[in-house]
C-alpha cells in the first residue's frame, strides 16, 4: 500500500527514532510516535493510521497488548508487535488480541517491511470483503 500511514508506539525514544526513520526509507509516513499506551491511543483516534507497530513492554500502567486491544476494539485499527520479547505468556496474552503480525527485536528491515505489507494486504482485503 503506497505511502501507508503507520503509528509507532515505542518507550525508548532512540529505538522510536530508528523505527520512524527506516520506515520513511521504505516509503511509509509515519505521521507521529507514541510512547506509552494512552498516547498510542490518543494518537490512533487523531491519526487513524493504516496500520500500527506496537511494542509490547511499555513503560506506565498500560503494556502495548493492552493498548492494542483498546485500538481494535474503538477504532479497527490492526496491529503488529514489534518487540524483543517472545515467552509463553506474552504469546499467549498476545494472540488474544487478534495482531496482524509478530516481529522479534532485532530485526531486518526486509522482515519488517514483508510483515508490513502482508498485514497491509489483509487489511484491504477485509476492508473491501
Not at 31 to 39: C, N
Not at 94 to 101: D, F, V
Amino acid at each position: 500500500m503506497d505511502n501507508a500511514k503507520i503509528l509507532v508506539v515505542e518507550d525508548e525514544n532512540v529505538v522510536a527514532l530508528e523505527i520512524k526513520k527506516r520506515l520513511m526509507r521504505l516509503g511509509y509516513l509515519v505521521p507521529s510516535v507514541a510512547a506509552s499506551g494512552k498516547e498510542a491511543i490518543s494518537k490512533a483516534e487523531g491519526f487513524l493510521p493504516d496500520l500500527i507497530l506496537m511494542d509490547i513492554r511499555l513503560k506506565g500502567e498500560m503494556d502495548g497488548i493492552q493498548a492494542a486491544q483498546e485500538i481494535w476494539t474503538q477504532f479497527r485499527i490492526p496491529v503488529i508487535y514489534l518487540t524483543a520479547h517472545s515467552d509463553d505468556e506474552t504469546l499467549k496474552r498476545a494472540k488474544q488480541t487478534e495482531p496482524y503480525g509478530y516481529v522479534l527485536k532485532p530485526f531486518e528491515e526486509e522482515d519488517l517491511r514483508a510483515a508490513i505489507e502482508m498485514a497491509l494486504y489483509r487489511r484491504k482485503k477485509e476492508k473491501c470483503g
